[in-house]
């Protein structure tokens, strides 16, 4: 029988080489694609086969722990475009918009281009686009700016949650945090 899900979650440049992770598993925009549990199961043995488990067992990552993390993620990518869809199409532009009010453009810029950097998408990943240019193309009705703005928000919500913890170096923000105040 053959399995039938595919769950999608972010991971930064950092832990893609690290792990050495084939840009065929990634998907656009920026999300990797996890199709079955087979390799699930396997990615998380990547995982652990790169970590001194012998010395900090507590740090092993489990294949549930992972599919948990990808349902979340695309549980919550779920109701934002719920509500995009029916309540606030242009919800993540009026952020924007706000944040930029607040700080300023170039700050925001800035912030959104060094997100780009770090967890890249295809097309920035292979060398194809420079962030800058990205953030200016559309993916399908979306702006760039606005899908990385959700990204980034989801981003923070995967650091903050403590179930995440085992493995947040899949998605550590540390740096982008060091950069740019997100």
């Keep these: 029988m053959k399995e039938s899900f595919c769950l999608k979650f972010l991971i930064a440049k950092k832990a893609r080489e690290r792990y050495g992770l084939d840009e065929k598993l990634f998907s656009i925009p920026w999300s990797m694609t996890f199709s079955g549990f087979q390799f699930l199961y396997e990615f998380a043995n990547r995982i652990n086969?790169?970590?001194?488990?012998?010395?900090?067992?507590?740090?092993?990552v489990k294949t549930g722990q992972l599919n948990g993390a990808g349902l979340i993620?695309?549980?919550?990518?779920?109701?934002?475009?719920?509500?995009r869809q029916k309540n606030?199409?242009?919800?993540?532009?009026?952020?924007?918009?706000?944040?930029?009010g607040r700080n300023s453009p170039l700050v925001v810029e800035r912030i959104l281009t060094s997100f780009v950097d770090q967890f890249p998408p295809?097309?920035?990943q292979r060398g194809e686009k420079l962030p800058i240019a990205y953030l200016q193309d559309r993916l399908q009705?979306?702006?760039?700016?606005?899908?990385?703005?959700?990204?980034?928000?989801l981003l923070y919500l995967a650091n903050e949650n403590p179930a995440f913890s085992s493995f947040c170096d899949l998605f550590d923000d540390s740096d982008l945090e060091r950069e740019v105040r997100y």
């Design 49 to 60: 086969e790169r970590r001194n488990l012998s010395d900090h067992p507590e740090q092993a």
């Design 88 to 100: 606030n199409p242009d919800g993540f532009e009026f952020a924007l918009d706000w944040a930029r």
């Design 141 to 153: 009705d979306r702006p760039n700016h606005q899908i990385a703005a959700e990204e980034i928000l």
């Design 73 to 83: 993620n695309e549980i919550l990518h779920y109701v934002m475009g719920y509500y």
């Design 122 to 124: 295809l097309p920035v």
